[in-house]
């Protein structure tokens, strides 16, 4: 295999040079690619423009993904790929992303949603096979949604009715399915069972020559207003036959299967996402310090200055939200479903404001769908496609809801802090349990530690106490939260649920993002490399936006946050690094 070990293979619970290995990765990755504002490359940003508007992926694009063998890294170390941490793979798409969000779904984080379910619950026999195909080069796609159902999969009609032999015969359509037209392969979320209930659905692996190619088609390509160059379609299948073989785990644990897979996919495609507003920020970073106004530089305007320390801010805040998920997916498996739900619907909800914002300072350009600042309407497009589909924004809220109540009883001002690997982007983790993901939590550890940052005293520079002010605010919050989640009423602990506790969940989200942004500050080391993210003035301002977003506007900042922050801003635009908590070296 790729890494030179075969299926079920026995690494190391954390083998060594795991962040030497990531950050060669995203290198070359990076490198491959290419320079986007160079209009000469092959995949620059006027090239990626012209395939959006002809409702293509970008070929270069493509070719450059099978050469760099993209898809071993969806397939876990211990099946013979690349993938040992779930947060190197959304360091790895964030290169992609922040070229083309359509590009990194249509590509690769299709196969990746897929693949999640063998590598949960399928037997050794599948994930070796689907091992094969994703390291060869090959493509998946994964069909949980019916229009007609929307996220409530659990009522989907899609059917695959047991046969005498063992074998399934398959009937009905999925709509929305991305390379359902170009797979070699498909994960179907299928009914097995007439009976209601959550026991009547299962997960199939069936390989595209598998059907009776009579039996099925693929349906008429929708016209999306974003991510225009995937190939988002549907299949129908008529009677198709399709062997034993193809069921995985266990007959009628399909929405178990799922709802596992979504914690981790939940987890991981935010951060990916942060690709694109980063190049959203630099594109207005670069208009800002051309563009003349009134004899002074838009960059000299404090509005338009203040408004790009604030979406770098945010940036940092969402990274801090995703590290968190994704590290939680291997160190607290059992507390996953919470943090990646919040990641899942948090993160897209501000990175659509951050948009928002910068299109304000961009003015009217930010309509222009070519020139050097065409990409930034194209992502703005692009990224809210991050917030639709079966991990939807209040598909996730649903699945925070009925845990509020168990939370607020059993965790909360209680329980014991995360640990500090949790917030350590650079440092190793054990593989993946997946065994070991839980539906629901009871415990919480991530708040845990916002509670106990209000324990330590404040040091005395401004910065600092802001900091401290700012947590006990927070810490206030969190309770007033916990009070309600305890007078919630029976209803409102279900997905059907009204207004107001869909409302408590995104205070929730909110103050998990606030606990993530204290703990990274809290575990950041100049000697690793997190000089700037050791520094009180990030976490001042990213935990002052998030007590503005709960509508508890806090006392003004220190004017040194605001110059601190803006310094960085431009350090970070003309060394060309990221606006990520890694800082991460970027070509162009």
Same mark, same amino acid.
Not at 220 to 241: E, I, K, N, Q, T
Not at 446 to 468: F, W, Y
Not at 558 to 577: D, I, M, N, W, Y
């Given at each position: ?56 992926? *970008? ?42 969000? +359509? ?149 009628? #644990? ?47 305007? *404090? ?13 940092? #805040? ?21 943090? /990646? ?52 924004? +209040? ?22 802090? /995360? ?80 207004? /107001? ?57 220190? /004017? ?29």
């Amino acid at each position: 295999m790729l890494n030179g070990k075969g299926p079920g293979a026995p690494p190391p619970s954390a083998r060594a040079g795991q962040e030497e290995r990531a950050a060669a990765r995203v290198a070359a990755v990076d490198r491959r690619l290419g320079d986007p504002t160079d209009p000469r490359g092959a995949l620059s940003y006027a090239g990626l423009l012209e395939a959006d508007e002809a409702g293509v992926l *970008p070929e270069a694009g493509e070719r450059a993904l099978d050469e760099l063998g993209l898809g071993a890294d969806f397939v876990p170390y211990a099946e013979g790929g690349r993938m040992e941490r779930l947060d190197t793979l959304v360091r790895v798409m964030r290169q992609v992303f922040r070229r083309d969000v +359509a590009l990194g779904l249509g590509y690769g984080v299709t196969s990746f949603m897929a693949a999640v379910n063998v590598w949960t619950a399928g037997s050794a026999a599948q994930r070796a096979r689907l091992a094969r195909l994703l390291t060869g080069g090959g493509k998946v796609a994964v069909a949980y949604h019916e229009l007609a159902h929307g996220n409530d999969f659990v009522r989907n009609e899609f059917a695959a009715r047991p046969r005498g032999d063992g074998g399934y015969l398959l009937n009905g359509e999925k709509q929305v399915v991305n390379n359902a037209d170009r797979a070699d392969a498909w994960v179907l979320f299928g009914r097995t069972s007439p009976a209601p209930g959550s026991r009547s659905h299962s997960v199939l692996l069936v390989e595209r020559g598998e059907p009776d190619p009579a039996t099925w088609r693929v349906l008429p390509r929708y016209d999306a207003v974003g991510v225009r160059g995937c190939h988002l379609s549907g299949l129908r299948f008529d009677d198709s036959p399709v062997p034993a073989s193809t069921l995985v785990g266990e007959e009628g #644990t399909g929405v178990e299967t799922a709802l596992r897979a979504f914690q981790i996919t939940r987890a991981a495609l935010p951060g990916m996402a942060l690709g694109a507003a980063d190049t959203a920020l630099r594109t207005v970073v670069r208009f800002a310090r051309g563009r003349q106004l009134h004899r002074r530089t838009v960059l000299d305007i *404090p509005h338009a200055r203040d408004t790009l320390s604030g979406a770098f801010t945010d940036l940092l #805040t969402c990274d801090s939200l995703s590290l968190t998920a994704t590290r939680a997916v291997h160190l607290l498996p059992e507390q996953t479903s919470v943090y /990646a739900a919040a990641a899942k619907y948090l993160v897209p909800k501000v990175l659509t404001d951050v948009m928002r914002e910068l299109s304000v300072v961009l003015g009217a350009r930010f309509y222009l769908r070519d020139g050097e600042h065409g990409i930034f309407q194209k992502h703005l497009r692009d990224l809210p496609v991050l917030s639709l589909g079966h991990a939807g924004s +209040a598909a996730c809220q649903a699945t925070l809801i009925p845990q509020l109540p168990r939370l607020a009883r059993r965790s909360w001002f209680t329980g014991e802090p /995360a640990p500090a690997a949790l917030f350590r982007p650079r440092a190793g983790l054990p593989d993946l349990p997946y065994d070991r993901l839980a539906l629901a939590s009871g415990q919480d550890a991530l708040s845990a530690t916002l509670v106990a940052a209000a324990d330590r005293l404040p040091g005395t520079p401004p910065e600092e106490r802001a900091v401290h002010g700012l947590v006990l605010h927070l810490v206030d919050e969190l309770r007033q939260v916990q009070d309600a989640s305890r007078a919630l009423a029976p209803r409102d602990r279900t997905a059907l649920a009204g207004p /107001a506790a869909y409302a408590l969940a995104d205070r929730y989200a909110v103050l998990l993002a606030a606990a993530a942004a204290v703990g990274v500050r809290q575990q950041a080391s100049p000697a690793a490399g997190d000089a700037f993210l050791a520094e009180p003035a990030w976490l001042a301002a990213a935990l002052h936006r998030l007590a503005r977003r709960l509508g508890r506007p806090p006392a003004d900042l220190p /004017a040194s946050v605001h110059a601190r922050l803006h310094e960085e801003v431009l350090r970070r635009f003309h060394a060309q690094t990221a606006y990520d908590l890694y800082d991460t070296p970027l070509v162009g």
